[in-house]
Each structure stands twice: as structure tokens, then as C-alpha cells.
């Protein structure tokens, strides 16, 4: 098997798996569960809290700050910006977990979870996602 | 009875009742998480077809409709040569690349446990035994008690200790991953899920709908079989991937499983065919399901109860007993009072008797009818239920005002009645064969037990006699449901349960007759299976869910546990006890089904009143004697004569049975007009048919209708033409289980052999072949036994081929029957198959025809396994004596019974507390006889207290050192026993004989030249019943009863010599 086929085998099932893990959070919840602050996707509720929060609301009560720095290329990458807790969540949903499964070298990495993270901070503004 | 005159020894009979085990406080509804959108399907083609390890599998991973990932794995029975194969066609088909085992089934621990994506397959318990390496007992409790385990991931031996536990595959278990469960329910579901793994992870003990990681928490996986699922839809058990697809209107023109002995690649391509086609049938289903609007997640739909039970609680409907406030005796009670469907023949047939013309009809939902007519709605729906006693004297002075041509069923009828009967024709429980049946005949017994009110009401209009009621409980409710809340039914509409006069039974009946009647906009396929599913619904809803109960496994050694029995709770002991289901509640449903049986009763009673007769009845139907315009009919026994001096009945005409029905309808609850449900009750001129009787669709094959009715449920109605009789409908009671032999693989067979052996049709070239069926092993102990520790030993799930040994030929050395058995194989034939004893596992000689002429020296030089046929199974069938009926001169009815039969009366000389019968559904009947368990009750048994009074009386009469020695006791012994009653088995048995020997002498000199049982159980019976036998001895002279060691004399004349004088000793009563 070519690297290139390799890649797109390991992307494909990078994506299954995080659709199936996204599957299994979703039921984790009774259905309709909500944070008061109206945030429904089951990424960023917090397990095993009554009444439901959102990660972000969490954090809040507990009088942490609502930002967190995002490692663009990895847990050890330098490159690190600050982001909504919220949105840090939904871009390690959207592809974290897929670029950690892939046989990339680390600049390569980098370099595409640059681009995903651009195009992804895009996407969440366009769907109105407080910055 | 005569007081001299003693019941015919047929008439003896033992009757059970049902028992309940303690009911528990239901759980409330559980949340159900949402349910996935992604599905891991898998099928495998098993090396022998139905049979054996898989070769090779595949596999699909869809998210919807679209497939995400699919692919090809080899097998236990696969090699490298397959994957290579497999590769290659993978490759030209541009799937996954092939994976081995090992790669699968991580694949399956990945998706299917740990995202915990629903496993769906179409015979999934079977297609996951076949990759599975070994299987053992669980030792599980609750509802996979006596489950299999299937041992699917393994590890390669890493010490010297591994040795002891290695599998088949010569690995060891992977006690990281869990073992798959797989349990066959009573009702012939399977039910599968994981077990505990070693170490679960945080992540395994989080609950899904709670989101909280709690201790023990075990994943269970969402397994879906789709047979399962399909039954739970369409209300139609389903043998093949095919016929589950039809049901649903999929097409499939996919064969049936291939065997992995043929082309590799031609089963690799079916496979995967299938496994698209159980992907469609899976989508479809799950649209079936997610249009019925309940929060019920698809791997907990059992059958179409589990939908009437989602109904429920989706209208906010908590389960019944939870709103008990009344004593648990009570439901004790009302579960001594549950008896089912009564079914019985009027007028017998034989192959050649004279053809029956008749009608037959049926009542549209007989259950919701009664239901709704007794208030079991408002009853369900109350906020407090409660039994409460009410006098006896007050339901008699109600029941002596009952009248048959006036009656209807009402609340008022919820009542239930403690009484001793005494010829009251009331149900119950009889066994003359192997199975217990409901009989419906005059009955006396000399203990209390419980009957619904309906059948004391039937009682009372049948005798005209008021039954000896002792204690009545009458089924209350108060307040009503806070949180009900309206549904929406595909099909039907909105269900406002808030609505005053609403009923659920009644809209769901309705609903199902505008449906049948085409009166809805959906497709004719869609009204079929929506009506099917909705009569299913319905009948669950108003009866059966509220008797539902859950056997354990049958233990080796009997338990000690608590039963609840017609006066409350006691202590017994059992090889398997009983859990209740969520919605227990037997009240309702002994009230129902017994105000069913009420109804059929006035039905009877009303084409008898009319001078008709009943051919035959079962439950909610009736074929009644008729012509279109009426006359006499030949019939054996008959009580009128025709002109040629034949013994006749009377036929009614067509329009006399019309009357009928339309007479009955002042029962229907049906509203004349029910296309537009929300209008009030008004009659409409377009219906000009009755609603509740109803004309079956048989009536209308010809002119007219034939019928030939053999005993319970083997009847067939027929017509005659020009070729000859030819059946509509037979019954395929005690053949639907068997195997086409016509090889045309449908159930025209059936048609063909009532044709031939009842009928006088031609004979079908089928006739010779033997008698075969198919069962599947899901027991361990079965698996266990046939176990030969080889390869080809039985794999849970496999087929097994199972014949008939030959009634007269085929018995053994010993002379058992022996009940042969084959592992389905694709080259299956009957000569050269390995046949075993199901009983015992023991190999059995090849099979081979039986001889036509009795060979005495031959058959004893070589014996092998003569198998029955066809022709032979046929013979017998239709030959079946209906054993619960007497002939016209009052003796039981027998293989060439014919004309009219009446209800055998029964003298009940015991009666025993018994559980749910059945507990293999699947095989009962097949392979193994229908199993029952009974609850022996507090105390001795009747037969030792009779025995022992039969003893203590002889002490008193006869010299003690004969009992003594008749007994084989000392006379210190026999001291003991008579003053305890207390006695070794082997001194109980002989204790038991002598003193049926001593009653049979006694009844032999009371009743001359009458027949008297065998058993001395029955003798000891009669001897108290008939003949005071246990009478307390009393004084010669006063008439006072004796005590300590007074023989014939009490004090005070033991004092009186010339009042002893007076007395002659050839006055006094002795046993000798």
C-alpha cells in the first residue's frame, strides 16, 4: 500500500471513528439536554453534572477563565492560541482526534492543523459561536 | 354425582391452577438515550450452510443509509488461501482490504462495545456463535441466567497455568474483553448482550441517558437482531432473511445462506449481498419504528407487548401494580382465576363421515371488546387500584337477576368469587396428555378456589344454579392518572386518553376495522401490516402483558422460595421460580379473558336457542351449523331424524345466523360510523353488516362451507367442487413446525396432506418422506450433551435436523423411543446422517423406512433407526381423539369418535399450584415435552393425610401387630407414625398402598360391580369422598366420637354393659 493510500485508508476510518465517538457522547445524554446557556451539542456537556452545563458554563462556576490555549500541531507544539473553551472543544472534535490517527511528520502536521483550524474558526464564527 | 353411584374413573381427574410468584414494586420508566445513527452489520457464511463455523463474514459500517466501511473477514473455518481470495475481491469490488479474525473482531470490540454502535444481523446470535471460539455456561443471574456465553477475543498462552484453561482454538480467554450472552426467552426470543470485561474503563461505567460513571456499571451493547426486531413490527415470526424482507414489501432476491463448501467467491458475493439486504431491511424497519413515535430503543423490542407497553408509558401510564393499595393475596387470587381461550368441538369428524355444512364466524377483537365493556381502561388508568372484599350473598342475589337474552358485560363484572365447586361449569385446568388443557365442563371439587365472576355468570345461565360462592374480592379503582397525555398512531390519529369516554382498546380496535376496510389514505401493503400489528397491540395491551412472567432456569436440586397461592403467600420448594414482568397485574387479564369466554358462551347459547348446533369453537369463533336455506343435516348422534331414518341436527339457515349476529351486536361496542372517530355514537345506514360477529373470509370460497373438525385447534373448513374436497385454512397446529417435504418451501403442503388423510384427496408423492424439522440448539445443557469433542460436534446456534423414531419400529433395545437428532450439514441426507438421542446424546444406528410387513427375525437380526413419515404423521393427526369430550353414550371420546361430543365432566380429586408452563418454547413439543413447574403447597399432601386417616381408623378396628407387619414396622414404629404422621419414603409408599388396598375393599363391598381406578391416590379419593372412610371413628353405643385408644366404645358406655349389650357386633363398621 502506497503512503497515500495509507493516509486516506487511516483519514477514513480517522472519521468513522470520530463520528461513532461523537454517536456514543450524544447518547450519554437523555435526549434534549441542553446547558442553560442553550448549548446543546453533546461535546461540550459535561458528564456527570446535574443540572446539565456546558464546559464553558462549568468553567465559569467554578470561576475558572472561559479561555484556553489551543496547540496548533499537538499537545507539544509552541504554537498555542487562545480560544473560547467552547470552540477549543469543538475543534478537537472536528479533527484532533483524526490528525492523531495519521501517519504525518510533525511539520506536515502542523501545517495542516493550521489550515483546519483557520477554516474551522471560519465555519464557528459563521455559525455565530461567541469568540 | 348419586350418592351411590360412584364418577367413572375417566372423570378422575387432577386440575391445576396457576400461582404467582411475589410481585415487585415496578421500576418507573427508564429514559432511553436517543438512538444511533450508525449500525456495525455483520453476516457470515458457516461452513455447513446452517451449521458450523464461519468460512468467511462481512461486515458494514453505515452511518444511515450510507455505508462508511465495508468488507470481507475470514472465518475460524477460513485459511489463507480464502483471504487471499478475499483480497483479491475486495480489490475488483473496491472494498476495505479483507481482514483475518482477529482484525474483526477488533473491529466488533471497537464499534460495537466501546462506542457502543448497535450490532445488527439477521440471525445474529447464530452468525456471532459461528465466529465464536468456545462457549460455556454463564453463571449470570436475572435475565441471562442459564444464558450461553460465547467466547469471541482470545490471547495466545503465556505460562505454564494457561495450559488448564486453553479453549478450542488452543488460545486462552482475553479477560479484557467481555463474553456475549445469548439467551432464548420463553416466548422464543433471543435475547442477547456483553458481560463485564476485566478492568472496565472509566468510560464503560458511564450509563448512557445519565452521563454519570457509576460502579459496576456493565456495558451491555445494543444488539438487534432483525428477526426480532421484524416479529416486534409485523407480528410474523420469520425463518429467512427473505421472508422478513417480504414482510416489509423489500425486495430480496438474495439466496439463502450458502454453505462454505461451495465456490469461495460466489458465497463471499452473497454474503455481501445479504448484508446490504439486512442494511435495507434494518433502514425500513427502523422507519417503521421511528414512525410510531415511542421513546422504545429497537434492541429492547421483544414482539408487539413491547410496543404496547411503550404505549403505555408513553401516555404516562405507570404499570398497575405500582397503584395497588389491596392485599398481594389478592392477586394471589386473580392469578388462581387466570385460565386462557376455550376452544372444544361440537360435532366430530372422521375421514369419512358425512360433510358439515356450516358458517363461521368470528368477533371482531374479542378481547378489547371485553376490556373496554368490562372498564379496564378507566381501571388502568386510575390513580389507586384496590381488591376489596364484598359480600357473597350480594353478587348472588346480582347473579340470580342475569338473564342470557338481556345480559351484557359490564364493570359490575369485575368481581372474583372463592367457591367449592359442586357441578358448577366452570374452567379448568386438566392434563389427560402432556400438555394441560383449559376444559370448560361441570366440575366438582371439595376446596375453595378462585374463579372470575363471567364464569360463574356462564355457570349460572347454563344450570340455572347460583354457584356456592364463599368469599368475593371485587377489582376497584379510584382517581384517575395525573399525567396522561395524548399519542399519535400511524394510521389511526390522535389518542386523547384525557378525553372523557376515551378507551385505548376500543380506539385500537376501531382503528384496526377502518384499516381493514381500506378506509384510511395509506397503501394497501402498509393497511395490511399496520392491522396486523394493531390486533397484536391491542390484545397484548388489554390481556396479555399483565400476566407476564419470566422462569428461571430449572436448577438440579429444588429451591426454597415464596409463591403467592389462592390464600395468600406461602413457602414452597422448586426446581425454578418466577419473576414477574414489569406490567404484572393478573387481574385484569383473568377478568378479560374470562368475559371472553362469557361471550362465546352467549354466542353458543344463542344459536342453540335458535335450534342450531355448534360444529366447533375457539375463543372468538364459531362454526355453526348451516345451509343457505336451512333443514336437517346428517350427523351421528344427531337427536331428530330425517325422512330416510338418518340421525340428524338442525342447520340454520344463512339468514337465521344473520339474526344471530345481528342479536349479538347489542354486545358491540362499535360505533356504526368509525371513519370519523371524534362524532358521537350514531348508527349509519352504509353499514349494513354486524360489527362484532363477523362473516370469516372463508365463508365466501364457495357457496358453501364445509366443515371437518377433529378435536381442539386440528380442524379445517373446506369446500367441495367438482375435483373433490379441497381445504381453506387448515389448521397447522402440530404441523408448522415440520419441514416442507414438498420441497416447494411453503405451507401448501399442509393443504395437501388434510386433503389426503381427512379429506379423501389424491395422495401427494410426498407421502413416504420422513417426518423432519428444524431447531435450533440454545441451550448449553443441549449443546453440552451432544457434545462429541470433535469438530463435528454441535455450535450453539446450529440447526438440527430432528425426525420421528417410528411409533412401533422405531424403539429401542430397551424400548424408549429415542428422539433423533442430526446437526443440519449441506449435504444433508436422512440415510447418511450421524443420528443421536436428543435425550441422552447417545449415537443412534443410520435410518431407513420402516418395513411393510411385520419381520419379526429380521427386524431383531439388524435394527436401524426407523423413522416415521409422513403418511404415518398424517394418519394420527387427523385421528386425534379431542380428549376433553364425552361421545353420545357418555364415554370419552376416541380416534373413531364421530357425531356430537359434550364437555367431560370432572371430579377433581386434587388440584396442583403450577407456574407458567413451557419454559423452551422453541423446542417444547419437539424435542422435549412442555414443561411445567409446580409449587407444592404448605403441609402434607392430600394423599399422606388420607393414607394416614385410612391408618389411624384400621389401628382402631384391626389388631396392630397385622398393621404392623403389613407395613413392615415394629409396633413401637407404628405407634410413632400413627401419633406423628410422620414416616420415611419407602414406609410413605407403603403406607400409601395398604391403604388403598383397604379403601379398594371397601369400595369394592359399598358399590358391587363398579369399576374402580387403578391409582391409590384416585382410591383414597373416592374412600373419603364416597364412603366416609376417614370419618373419625364413633362410639357404637352413643354415636360419640372416639379418641385416644378407644375402640368401639366411649367412656361412658364402656361403663353401660347392657347398653354394649344392645348393640350387635354385626352393626359395627369394620374395615376387614
Known amino acids: 500500500m502506497s503512503r497515500a493510500e495509507e493516509l486516506v485508508v487511516a483519514l477514513r476510518w480517522g472519521l468513522i471513528d470520530a463520528a461513532a465517538k461523537r454517536d456514543l457522547r450524544a447518547r450519554w445524554f437523555p435526549p434534549g439536554a441542553a446547558c442553560a446557556c442553550g448549548v446543546r451539542d453533546p461535546w461540550l456537556l459535561v458528564l456527570g453534572r446535574r443540572p446539565i452545563r456546558c464546559y464553558e458554563c462549568g468553567l465559569r462556576c467554578r470561576g475558572r477563565s472561559p479561555y484556553e490555549g489551543h496547540h496548533i500541531g499537538g499537545r507539544a507544539s509552541t504554537l498555542v492560541v487562545p480560544v473560547r473553551a467552547n470552540r477549543h472543544r469543538l475543534h478537537d472534535a472536528a479533527y484532533q482526534d483524526v490528525l492523531e490517527r495519521l501517519p504525518l511528520t510533525r511539520a506536515e502536521r502542523l501545517w495542516i492543523e493550521l489550515q483546519l483550524f483557520l477554516t474551522f474558526e471560519r465555519i464557528l464564527d459563521e455559525q455565530g459561536w461567541p469568540r | 354425582m348419586s350418592a351411590r353411584q360412584l364418577p367413572p374413573p375417566w372423570s378422575l381427574r387432577q386440575i391445576a391452577y396457576r400461582v404467582a410468584p411475589i410481585p415487585k414494586r415496578p421500576r418507573p420508566s427508564q429514559i432511553s438515550p436517543a438512538w444511533s445513527e450508525m449500525c456495525l452489520i455483520i453476516e457470515t457464511v458457516r461452513s455447513e450452510g446452517l451449521a458450523g463455523p464461519a468460512r468467511l463474514g462481512c461486515y458494514l459500517l453505515c452511518r444511515g443509509e450510507e455505508v462508511l466501511a465495508r468488507g470481507f473477514f475470514s472465518g475460524p473455518a477460513g485459511s489463507d488461501t480464502d483471504l487471499t481470495a478475499l483480497g483479491q475481491l475486495s480489490r475488483r469490488l473496491r472494498l476495505e482490504a479483507p481482514r483475518t479474525l482477529e482484525q474483526f473482531l477488533k473491529l466488533v470490540y471497537r464499534y460495537a462495545y466501546k462506542k457502543r454502535l448497535p450490532l445488527v444481523g439477521f440471525g445474529l446470535a447464530a452468525q456471532l456463535a459461528s465466529v465464536a471460539v468456545d462457549w460455556r455456561e454463564t453463571d449470570a443471574t436475572g435475565m441471562f441466567e442459564g444464558a450461553i456465553a460465547l467466547i469471541l477475543w482470545t490471547k495466545p498462552p503465556t505460562d505454564k497455568r494457561d495450559k488448564t484453561r486453553l479453549l478450542?482454538?488452543?488460545?486462552?480467554?482475553?479477560?479484557?474483553?467481555?463474553?456475549?450472552?445469548?439467551?432464548?426467552?420463553?416466548?422464543?426470543?433471543?435475547?442477547?448482550?456483553?458481560?463485564?470485561?476485566?478492568?472496565?474503563?472509566?468510560?464503560?461505567?458511564?450509563?448512557?441517558?445519565?452521563?454519570?460513571?457509576?460502579?459496576?456499571?456493565?456495558?451491555?451493547?445494543?444488539?438487534?437482531?432483525?428477526?426480532?426486531?421484524?416479529?416486534?413490527?409485523?407480528?410474523?415470526?420469520?425463518?429467512?432473511?427473505?421472508?422478513?424482507?417480504?414482510?416489509?414489501?423489500?425486495?430480496?432476491?438474495?439466496?439463502?445462506?450458502?454453505?462454505?463448501?461451495?465456490?469461495?467467491?460466489?458465497?463471499?458475493?452473497?454474503?455481501?449481498?445479504?448484508?446490504?439486504?439486512?442494511?435495507?431491511?434494518?433502514?425500513?424497519?427502523?422507519?417503521?419504528?421511528?414512525?410510531?413515535?415511542?421513546?422504545?430503543?429497537?434492541?429492547?423490542?421483544?414482539?408487539?407487548?413491547?410496543?404496547?407497553?411503550?404505549?403505555?408509558?408513553?401516555?404516562?401510564?405507570?404499570?398497575?401494580?405500582?397503584?395497588?393499595?389491596?392485599?398481594?393475596?389478592?392477586?394471589?387470587?386473580?392469578?388462581?382465576?387466570?385460565?386462557?381461550?376455550?376452544?372444544?368441538?361440537?360435532?366430530?369428524?372422521?375421514?369419512?363421515?358425512?360433510?358439515?355444512?356450516?358458517?363461521?364466524?368470528?368477533?371482531?377483537?374479542?378481547?378489547?371488546?371485553?376490556?373496554?365493556?368490562?372498564?379496564?381502561?378507566?381501571?388502568?388508568?386510575?390513580?389507586?387500584?384496590?381488591?376489596?372484599?364484598?359480600?357473597?350473598?350480594?353478587?348472588?342475589?346480582?347473579?340470580?337477576?342475569?338473564?342470557?337474552?338481556?345480559?351484557?358485560?359490564?364493570?359490575?363484572?369485575?368481581?372474583?368469587?372463592?367457591?367449592?365447586?359442586?357441578?358448577?361449569?366452570?374452567?379448568?385446568?386438566?392434563?389427560?396428555?402432556a400438555t394441560w388443557l383449559t376444559n370448560v365442563a361441570p366440575l366438582w371439587y371439595d376446596d375453595a378456589l378462585w374463579w372470575p365472576l363471567p364464569d360463574l355468570v356462564r355457570s349460572y345461565l347454563e344450570t340455572g344454579v347460583i354457584p356456592p360462592i364463599e368469599a368475593c374480592l371485587t377489582l376497584s379503582g379510584s382517581g384517575r392518572l395525573a399525567d396522561l397525555r395524548p399519542i399519535e398512531l400511524p394510521g389511526l390519529g390522535r389518542f386523547d386518553p384525557r378525553v372523557e369516554g376515551a378507551d385505548l382498546f376500543l380506539f385500537l380496535a376501531e382503528g384496526r376495522q377502518r384499516l381493514e376496510r381500506g378506509e384510511t389514505n395509506l397503501d394497501d401493503e402498509e393497511r395490511n401490516r399496520l392491522a396486523a400489528l394493531y390486533k397484536l397491540w391491542d390484545n397484548s395491551l388489554c390481556s396479555g402483558i399483565f400476566l407476564e412472567v419470566h422462569p428461571h432456569e430449572p436448577t438440579k436440586q429444588p429451591q426454597k422460595g415464596t409463591v403467592l397461592g389462592p390464600d395468600g403467600s406461602y413457602e414452597t420448594e422448586a426446581h425454578g421460580f418466577e419473576e414477574t414482568g414489569r406490567w404484572f397485574f393478573p387481574p385484569f387479564y383473568s377478568l378479560v379473558t374470562s368475559a371472553g369466554r362469557l361471550l362465546l358462551y352467549l354466542a353458543m347459547h344463542e344459536v342453540r336457542a335458535a335450534g342450531g348446533t355448534v360444529a366447533y369453537f375457539d375463543t372468538d369463533s364459531l362454526a355453526i351449523l348451516a345451509t343457505p336455506e336451512g333443514g336437517l343435516v346428517p350427523v351421528m348422534g344427531g337427536r331428530l331424524t330425517d325422512d330416510q331414518g338418518r340421525e340428524c341436527e338442525h342447520a340454520l339457515s344463512y339468514a337465521a345466523v344473520d339474526e344471530i349476529r345481528w342479536s349479538l351486536e347489542r354486545h358491540s361496542p362499535y360505533r356504526r360510523d368509525t371513519s370519523d372517530m371524534t362524532h358521537s355514537r350514531r348508527p349509519s345506514a352504509a353499514v349494513r353488516e354486524p360489527m362484532l360477529f363477523r362473516l370469516e373470509p372463508e365463508n365466501f370460497a364457495a357457496d358453501q362451507l364445509y366443515f371437518l373438525a377433529i378435536a381442539s385447534k386440528r380442524k379445517t373448513p373446506y369446500v367441495?367442487?367438482?375435483?373433490?374436497?379441497?381445504?381453506?385454512?387448515?389448521?397447522?397446529?402440530?404441523?408448522?413446525?415440520?419441514?416442507?417435504?414438498?420441497?416447494?418451501?411453503?405451507?401448501?403442503?399442509?393443504?395437501?396432506?388434510?386433503?389426503?388423510?381427512?379429506?379423501?384427496?389424491?395422495?401427494?408423492?410426498?407421502?413416504?418422506?420422513?417426518?423432519?424439522?428444524?431447531?435450533?440448539?440454545?441451550?448449553?445443557?443441549?449443546?453440552?450433551?451432544?457434545?462429541?469433542?470433535?469438530?463435528?460436534?454441535?455450535?450453539?446456534?446450529?440447526?438440527?435436523?430432528?425426525?420421528?423414531?417410528?411409533?412401533?419400529?422405531?424403539?429401542?433395545?430397551?424400548?424408549?423411543?429415542?428422539?433423533?437428532?442430526?446437526?443440519?450439514?449441506?449435504?444433508?441426507?436422512?440415510?447418511?446422517?450421524?443420528?443421536?438421542?436428543?435425550?441422552?446424546?447417545?449415537?443412534?444406528?443410520?435410518?431407513?423406512?420402516?418395513?411393510?410387513?411385520?419381520?419379526?427375525?429380521?427386524?431383531?437380526?439388524?435394527?436401524?433407526?426407523?423413522?416415521?413419515?409422513?403418511?404415518?404423521?398424517?394418519?394420527?393427526?387427523?385421528?386425534?381423539?379431542?380428549?376433553?369430550?364425552?361421545?353420545?353414550?357418555?364415554?370419552?371420546?376416541?380416534?373413531?369418535?364421530?357425531?356430537?361430543?359434550?364437555?367431560?365432566?370432572?371430579?377433581?380429586?386434587?388440584?396442583?399450584?403450577?407456574?407458567?408452563?413451557?419454559?423452551?418454547?422453541?423446542?417444547?413439543?419437539?424435542?422435549?415435552?412442555?414443561?411445567?413447574?409446580?409449587?407444592?403447597?404448605?403441609?402434607?399432601?392430600?394423599?399422606?393425610?388420607?393414607?394416614?386417616?385410612?391408618?389411624?381408623?384400621?389401628?382402631?378396628?384391626?389388631?396392630?401387630?397385622?398393621?404392623?407387619?403389613?407395613?413392615?414396622?415394629?409396633?413401637?414404629?407404628?405407634?410413632?407414625?400413627?401419633?406423628?404422621?410422620?414416616?420415611?419414603?419407602?414406609?410413605?409408599?407403603?403406607?400409601?398402598?395398604?391403604?388403598?388396598?383397604?379403601?379398594?375393599?371397601?369400595?369394592?363391598?359399598?358399590?358391587?360391580?363398579?369399576?374402580?381406578?387403578?391409582?391409590?391416590?384416585?382410591?383414597?379419593?373416592?374412600?373419603?369422598?364416597?364412603?366416609?372412610?376417614?370419618?373419625?371413628?364413633?362410639?357404637?353405643?352413643?354415636?360419640?366420637?372416639?379418641?385416644?385408644?378407644?375402640?368401639?366404645?366411649?367412656?361412658?358406655?364402656?361403663?353401660?354393659?347392657?347398653?354394649?349389650?344392645?348393640?350387635?357386633?354385626?352393626?359395627?363398621?369394620?374395615?376387614?
Not at chain 2, 849 to 860: G, M, Q, V
Open chain 2, 720 to 1072: 367441495i367442487t367438482e375435483a373433490g374436497a379441497e381445504p381453506v385454512s387448515p389448521s397447522e397446529f402440530g404441523l408448522g413446525h415440520l419441514l416442507d417435504p414438498s420441497g416447494r418451501g411453503d405451507t401448501r403442503w399442509i393443504n395437501d396432506g388434510w386433503q389426503s388423510a381427512a379429506l379423501g384427496g389424491p395422495e401427494p408423492d410426498w407421502l413416504e418422506t420422513p417426518v423432519l424439522a428444524h431447531v435450533t440448539l440454545t441451550r448449553y445443557a443441549d449443546i453440552a450433551r451432544l457434545d462429541t469433542g470433535t469438530t463435528a460436534s454441535p455450535r450453539p446456534f446450529d440447526t438440527l435436523v430432528v425426525a420421528q423414531a417410528d411409533r412401533i419400529y422405531g424403539a429401542t433395545s430397551d424400548g424408549g423411543i429415542p428422539r433423533p437428532v442430526a446437526l443440519y450439514r449441506a449435504d444433508f441426507t436422512v440415510e447418511q446422517a450421524a443420528w443421536r438421542d436428543f435425550a441422552t446424546g447417545l449415537p443412534l444406528p443410520h435410518a431407513a423406512s420402516p418395513p411393510r410387513d411385520a419381520d419379526e427375525p429380521a427386524l431383531s437380526r439388524e435394527r436401524p433407526l426407523y423413522l416415521r413419515r409422513m403418511r404415518q404423521l398424517f394418519a394420527t393427526h387427523v385421528r386425534a381423539p379431542e380428549r376433553k369430550a364425552l361421545d353420545g353414550n357418555g364415554q370419552p371420546c376416541k380416534g373413531r369418535t364421530e357425531g356430537l361430543l359434550e364437555a367431560a365432566p370432572t371430579v377433581a380429586y386434587r388440584a396442583i399450584p403450577i407456574g407458567r408452563e413451557t419454559n423452551y418454547s422453541e423446542t417444547a413439543g419437539v424435542l422435549n415435552e412442555p414443561e411445567f413447574t409446580s409449587f407444592p403447597g404448605r403441609g402434607r399432601e392430600d394423599v399422606a393425610e388420607r393414607a394416614l386417616a385410612v391408618l389411624r381408623r384400621a389401628a382402631h378396628t384391626a389388631r396392630q401387630s397385622e398393621l404392623a407387619s403389613a407395613l413392615g414396622l415394629s409396633s413401637s414404629g407404628l405407634r410413632r407414625f400413627l401419633t406423628s404422621g410422620r414416616a420415611r419414603a419407602h414406609t410413605q409408599t407403603r403406607v400409601t398402598h395398604h391403604a388403598a388396598v383397604l379403601a379398594c375393599a371397601a369400595l369394592a363391598r359399598a358399590y358391587p360391580g363398579q369399576r374402580l381406578p387403578e391409582d391409590p391416590e384416585v382410591l383414597l379419593f373416592l374412600a373419603e369422598r364416597y364412603h366416609g372412610l376417614f370419618d373419625p371413628p364413633r362410639c357404637e353405643g352413643c354415636g360419640k366420637q372416639l379418641n385416644g385408644r378407644q375402640k368401639r366404645w366411649c367412656e361412658r358406655c364402656r361403663a353401660q354393659p347392657r347398653r354394649r349389650a344392645r348393640v350387635t357386633p354385626a352393626k359395627s363398621q369394620r374395615l376387614n
Open chain 2, 168 to 433: 478450542r482454538n488452543g488460545r486462552i480467554e482475553d479477560g479484557h474483553r467481555p463474553r456475549v450472552l445469548c439467551k432464548l426467552l420463553a416466548d422464543g426470543s433471543i435475547v442477547l448482550a456483553f458481560a463485564n470485561r476485566g478492568d472496565p474503563d472509566y468510560v464503560d461505567r458511564i450509563a448512557e441517558a445519565d452521563g454519570t460513571a457509576r460502579k459496576g456499571q456493565v456495558v451491555r451493547g445494543h444488539f438487534v437482531p432483525l428477526e426480532r426486531f421484524g416479529y416486534g413490527l409485523t407480528g410474523a415470526r420469520t425463518r429467512s432473511l427473505a421472508d422478513a424482507c417480504a414482510r416489509v414489501g423489500i425486495d430480496c432476491t438474495d439466496k439463502e445462506p450458502v454453505d462454505g463448501g461451495t465456490d469461495l467467491l460466489e458465497a463471499a458475493e452473497c454474503c455481501l449481498a445479504r448484508a446490504e439486504t439486512a442494511h435495507r431491511l434494518y433502514l425500513e424497519l427502523l422507519d417503521e419504528h421511528r414512525s410510531l413515535g415511542l421513546t422504545l430503543p429497537p434492541d429492547r423490542v421483544f414482539s408487539p407487548a413491547s410496543y404496547a407497553k411503550a404505549t403505555c408509558d408513553a401516555i404516562g401510564i405507570t404499570p398497575p401494580y405500582g397503584r395497588y393499595d389491596g392485599e398481594v393475596a389478592g392477586i394471589g387470587a386473580a392469578m388462581c382465576a387466570a385460565y386462557g381461550g376455550w376452544s372444544g368441538v361440537g360435532i366430530r369428524s372422521v375421514p369419512d363421515s358425512p360433510p358439515l355444512p356450516v358458517r363461521v364466524i368470528d368477533v371482531a377483537s374479542e378481547y378489547p371488546v371485553c376490556a373496554h365493556r368490562l372498564g379496564i381502561w378507566k381501571l388502568l388508568t386510575a390513580e389507586r387500584l384496590t381488591l376489596q372484599p364484598v359480600e357473597p350473598a350480594k353478587i348472588k342475589r346480582w347473579i340470580s337477576r342475569q338473564r342470557p337474552g338481556t345480559f351484557r358485560l359490564s364493570p359490575e363484572l369485575c368481581v372474583f368469587c372463592r367457591l367449592r365447586p359442586d357441578g358448577d361449569v366452570l374452567p379448568h385446568r386438566i392434563r389427560p396428555g
